[in-house]
């Protein structure tokens, strides 16, 4: 079986959740080939398995390139897999009483490996399913999602737009990409909760010193993003994880390609950390957990 069919069939399984990004009208699988509207929108999916949901093309910095090298940093260098196990184990001690399925959606999942990883992790009780869905508004990550993991939904979309209809996610993680909090209190279950996670003042102060100069970019405050958290969300608990990782020159190359640090600095900063035989690299992280805010009876 192809990926492409593969891909088609799981969607087949669960196209319930999914709403024309055009219409809002309720959608299908058409045969093993396209998602199709009651208006006729039509989405194909792609030879890899994944399906483009955008409602008009868009150009992202983000390229194939730097998806490969998060992926060789997750996946060989084992870089976020303490983030990872501990998200993990939010999501165990939060879904432990469901039964059936488990909808997981990745907003901003790049390449796959966080949303992969982590259902593999959480997988572990018989009576219950995990479905993971990723979506990302740069095709080539998702494009590097698809080719390297066949048993998730992968969608190119907007998450300004999401192709979805409401309430039909458990856990929306939200992993070091930007929010749209009105779109994840439309996607959650009432009984869902929103994972965030953070970048902490350390993260990566290593490279960060390297490549610049002003202190402001030498560290990071996340105030204002935690604060836009707790008003649209109900935080529910907050974790930090820190912890450093040492990484070889083929690992620190990866980081280099991976991280948009790198975009606004020289070439010979750059060249100067790529060239280093080892580093310590700092990983500091805030992982967030928030439910829908119940509004007042008036």
Not at 152 to 173: E, G, H, M, S, Y
């Amino acid at each position: 079986m192809t990926k492409k069919i593969k891909s088609v069939k799981l969607v087949s399984d669960f196209e319930y959740i999914f709403k024309c990004p055009i219409c809002n009208s309720s959608m299908r699988v058409f045969e093993l080939k396209s998602l199709i509207c009651s208006n006729n929108h039509t989405f194909d999916f792609a030879r890899q398995g994944y399906i483009n949901l955008l409602t008009h093309s868009v150009k992202t910095k983000y390229g194939k390139q730097l998806f490969e090298a998060r992926r060789k940093l997750i996946v060989e260098g084992g870089f976020f897999e303490p983030l990872t196990q501990a998200i993990a184990e939010v999501i165990k001690k939060q879904v432990v009483l469901k039964k059936g399925t488990v909808f997981i959606l990745d907003t901003g999942c790049g390449e796959g490996s966080h949303l992969t990883n982590l259902c593999n992790m959480v997988n572990s009780d018989p009576k219950t399913t995990v479905t993971g869905v990723g979506i990302d508004l740069s095709k080539e990550g998702i494009l590097v999602a698809s080719k390297s993991y066949t048993n998730k939904i992968w969608c190119v979309a907007d998450l300004a737009n999401t192709p979805f209809k409401d309430k039909q996610f458990d856990v929306i993680l939200n992993i070091l990409a930007p929010s749209n909090y009105a779109e994840f209190n439309r996607l959650l279950k009432s009984d869902g909760f929103v994972i965030k996670v953070v970048p902490q003042s350390g993260y990566l102060k290593e490279l960060r010193e390297v490549l610049f100069d002003q202190s402001e970019k030498q560290s990071y405050s996340n105030v204002e993003t935690v604060d836009l958290f707790n008003e649209n969300l109900h935080s529910v608990n907050s974790l930090r994880i820190r912890y450093t990782m040492n990484l070889d020159n083929s690992l620190i190359h990866s980081l280099v390609q991976m991280t948009p640090l790198t975009w606004t600095t020289s070439e010979e900063r750059v060249k100067s950390f790529s060239e280093k035989n080892s580093a310590e690299i700092t990983v500091d992280l805030d992982v967030l957990i928030g439910r829908k805010k119940v509004l007042p009876v008036s």
